[in-house]
């Protein structure tokens, strides 16, 4: 066909698909770019896609010293001799399990495995890398040899430039990706995640298969039209389609059984067998209309999470503790919710503080109905979560993600402060949450061009405990308001305090509104989390509880 076509089994691929136009791709402008990309401008014809990755590769900012066809070649034979490739264990990093062939020939087929071994040999800080046989097996079809697809893939392995996310080489950087997939879910997908959260024992263990549908499960005409945009947009671009492939699943399974008894197992089914259901333009399609945070807080949300595996210890591949038992009967009583539904609040909270337990810090029973013992019980712990009993056993609540000890920086003025991960939700008499209206109305703040989002870091509004030598810390937290062009204050009044009332939620109304005895409160309709009343507008205080978080797996 051409001369890209050495690894191929042309009798795999849909070459119906395939125009023999020979057109060239001359346009440098990456918005240009972009477009031509989802657009699959160079889908269509093998040989155009092949110079496309080309050139879309060797322009990725490298180190300075980045293994090329020349070292392959030099170090092949003395890594794989005259032995099959098949009979050559793999490294740890890849799940031997795991090695997509697609529309290989058997020479394509046994050089992944060889051009895998040459890399492990090139790169021995890659500690855990389970997309890489995917990607070597991708592009393989559009290289003229093993050698100069050794060189491809090097080039994306050895990526310098700190803002563009391409492929997780540890463990580390693999597991945060996958909080921040659960995170991600959480906010755009909550259908998806509400059956995930209802079916399985262990959600995170569900997302943390999200790159394994990528690179594993999708049919090659699909992870090819995802390679194509990947390779010009970056990391971002798997989040959304993978954020996609749940949507559809979802939407395609919903009220049917299951058909194992692993909600793993069915969603990579579906996923292997999505051409059945949707079309790669329609994934993509999907995949692009979801509005997602902007690179800058994806980047922040995945830092926030990195760093609560490293205090963990969570460094290396282990077994995760199962988070479903974060809440059980032995170790939770509240008075106000029971053990499922404090896991269902549970499951809305960021994946960072999810692998924590409840710890019960102030309770109006205990510590009686003082505003200042709610704040001497809660300043020095961030997240907090309020709940709320009523005289009428309505049941209420928030999630704060900032210390009540923010509250002194107003000095004796009432002011706002907070991140847009609060939320606002009820329980009784029905259960609904509702969160920062930005993330489900992006188009009511501009947070400026996504290229440019790479800016210097704000100044730190973390916890005075942060260590400030972390490049982390010196970050504005993840959906902090200054890095949103926020229309009006009242779209970012997310909690405030003084020893006069507490107040959750402003603009127009307030979500909550607490006196000073806490016995008294009002609920209204409040433009920060666009929601309804929580329970009567004004409302009489049976119990308020204040619970922190607990690291349970530090020492």
Not at 142 to 161: G, M, T
Not at 279 to 307: C, D, G, V
Not at 366 to 388: M, Q, V
């Amino acid at each position: 066909m051409d001369e890209y076509s050495r690894f191929v089994d042309w009798d795999k691929m849909d070459v119906s698909a395939q125009s023999q136009d020979t057109k060239e791709l001359t346009c440098t402008d990456f918005h240009e770019l972009k477009q031509l990309a989802r657009q699959g401008y160079w889908a269509k014809n093998h040989s155009l896609r092949a110079k496309v990755y080309h050139k879309l590769i060797s322009n990725i900012p490298c180190r300075t010293v980045t293994p090329d066809a020349n070292v392959y070649r030099d170090i092949v034979v003395k890594i794989i001799g005259k032995r099959s490739s098949s009979s050559l264990a793999l490294p740890e990093f890849v799940d031997d399990s795991l090695i997509p062939t697609y529309c290989l020939n058997a020479e394509g087929v046994g050089a992944v495995r060889k051009i895998i071994l040459c890399i492990s040999n090139q790169f021995p800080d890659i500690s855990f890398c389970p997309a890489l046989p995917s990607v070597i097996a991708l592009l393989l079809h559009y290289s003229k040899d093993e050698a100069e697809c050794f060189e491809q893939v090097c080039r994306i392995l050895a990526c310098n430039d700190p803002s563009k996310r391409l492929i997780d080489q540890t463990f580390l950087a693999f597991e945060s990706s996958c909080m921040t997939f659960g995170d991600l879910v959480n906010k755009y997908c909550q259908a998806a995640h509400k059956l995930m959260v209802a079916v399985s024992e262990d959600v995170l263990e569900v997302y943390s298969d999200w790159q394994r549908w990528l690179f594993g499960e999708l049919p090659m005409a699909y992870i090819a039209r995802v390679f194509d945009v990947f390779l010009v947009e970056g990391y971002k671009v798997l989040y959304r389609v993978a954020l996609a492939l749940l949507k559809f699943f979802h939407k395609v399974r919903a009220g049917q059984p299951m058909e194992s008894d692993s909600i793993q197992q069915d969603i990579r089914a579906f996923v292997r067998d999505i051409a059945k259901s949707v079309s790669p333009e329609r994934l993509l399609e999907k995949a692009f209309a979801i509005r997602l945070f902007s690179r800058k807080e994806i980047q922040l949300l995945q830092m926030a999470n990195e760093k609560a595996l490293q205090q963990k210890g969570i460094t290396v591949k282990q077994k995760r503790q199962n988070v479903h038992l974060a809440v059980h009967a032995e170790n939770f009583k509240s008075e106000i919710v029971s053990v499922k539904e404090m896991r269902d609040i549970w499951s809305w909270i960021p994946e960072r503080f999810a692998l924590c337990q409840p710890l019960l810090l102030f309770t109006t029973l205990e510590h009686g109905c003082s505003l200042s013992r709610f704040y001497s019980h809660s300043e020095g712990h961030e997240p907090t979560l309020l709940l709320i009993k009523t005289t009428a056993k309505e049941v209420c609540g928030a999630y704060l993600s900032t210390d009540w000890s923010e509250r002194r920086r107003g000095g004796n003025k009432l002011s706002f402060f907070g991140t847009g991960e609060c939320f606002v939700f009820r329980l009784q008499p029905e259960v609904e949450r509702y969160e920062w209206v930005i993330i489900k109305h992006p188009e009511l703040a501009s947070t400026g061009s996504e290229t440019e989002n790479h800016t210097q870091p704000a100044s730190s509004t973390l916890s005075s405990s942060s260590i400030p030598s972390d490049p982390s810390d010196r970050l504005s937290p993840f959906l902090a308001a200054r890095h949103f062009n926020l229309p009006s204050k009242t779209a970012s009044m997310f909690m405030a305090g003084s020893s006069e009332c507490i107040i959750v939620g402003g603009g127009d109304g307030q979500a909550l509104f607490l006196d000073a005895d806490l016995n008294h409160g009002r609920t209204s309709h409040c433009n920060t989390f666009n929601n309804q009343p929580l329970c009567s507008e004004s409302f009489q205080i049976s119990i308020l509880e204040v619970w922190g978080f607990r690291d349970t797996m530090n020492g």
